[in-house]
């Protein structure tokens, strides 16, 4: 059994949610599952990285401000493999490039164009957890991209995909996805199952709970997603 998870940035706020995350990871580990985590930048991280950078550049090169914004997520990787390592288990992170994530050039929106999962499964071979900066890339040049915000959604399917893994689960901070924000709209449904088209039709009015590309990305590679609350252990939303 293969599982890749997805923890976004609510879900990873401080170091009790991290612990609780990684508490999650290593149950499935010790039931004999090899688990790929992939994590975004701690609560609203890239908003705080963003302003501090306008204050010295408004215009900062985008190759730049990828560089810049990519180290939100590698530190999440890291804390999360320390907290995963406090529990006994062994982990490792893996930048977007370690990962074999290749994308065009675009800085800031860039595009996956393949997935070279070999360093992954090396590591997942010698029993260890490995743990994925979301959100980023590498270009042809060698240079860190990133997906565009709310990537690391896009990172998870991609891995999903090319490791055949049996589940994607995108753990957030609401019990799935809803016909409307239920953090604003206390009467909002949710949905137990969603079609792909209307699941990004749902994004195309607005809805953030997934990124539109993982939608896509799923879509064509017939990936369902899972979604669901990091806090609750209810049932979420399979999108697929
Ligand atoms: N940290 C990035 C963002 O806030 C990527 C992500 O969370 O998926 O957009
Ligand atoms: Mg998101």
Redesign the pocket.
């Known amino acids: 059994m293969l599982i890749v998870q997805k923890y976004?940035?609510t879900s990873l706020q401080d170091a009790g949610r991290v612990r609780t995350a990684a508490r999650r990871i290593t149950g499935l580990a010790q039931q004999g599952a090899q688990v790929v985590v992939v994590v975004?930048?701690q609560g609203d991280m890239?908003d705080k990285l963003i302003e501090k950078a306008a204050q010295l550049n408004r215009r900062g090169s985008a190759r730049e401000m990828d560089a810049y914004l990519a180290a939100?997520?590698q530190m999440s990787a890291g804390l999360m493999t320390m907290a995963i390592g406090a529990f006994g288990y062994a982990a490792v992170s893996l930048t977007g490039g370690q990962a074999g994530i290749h994308t065009d050039g675009v800085h800031g929106n860039a595009r996956i164009l393949r997935v070279e999962p070999e360093r992954i499964q090396k590591e997942l071979a010698e029993g260890k957890v490995v743990v994925v900066a979301?959100?980023q890339g590498v270009d042809p040049e060698g240079d860190i991209t990133t997906l565009g915000?709310?990537?690391?959604?896009t990172t998870a399917v991609a891995l999903a995909a090319a490791l055949h893994a049996d589940r994607c689960q995108i753990f957030t901070d609401v019990d799935g996805v809803f016909d409307r924000d239920p953090r604003i709209y206390p009467d909002a449904t949710r949905f137990g199952r969603i079609g792909y088209d209307k699941m990004l039709s749902l994004i195309e009015n607005g809805a953030q709970v997934l990124h539109d590309r993982s939608v896509e990305l799923a879509r064509d590679h017939g990936i369902p997603i899972e979604v669901l609350s990091a806090f609750t252990g209810n049932p979420g939303t399979i999108v697929g």
Do not use: I, K, V, W
């Not at 915000?149 to 959604?153: A, C, I, L, M, V």
């Open positions: 976004g940035g975004s930048a890239t939100g997520e979301g959100f915000r709310g990537g690391s959604d």
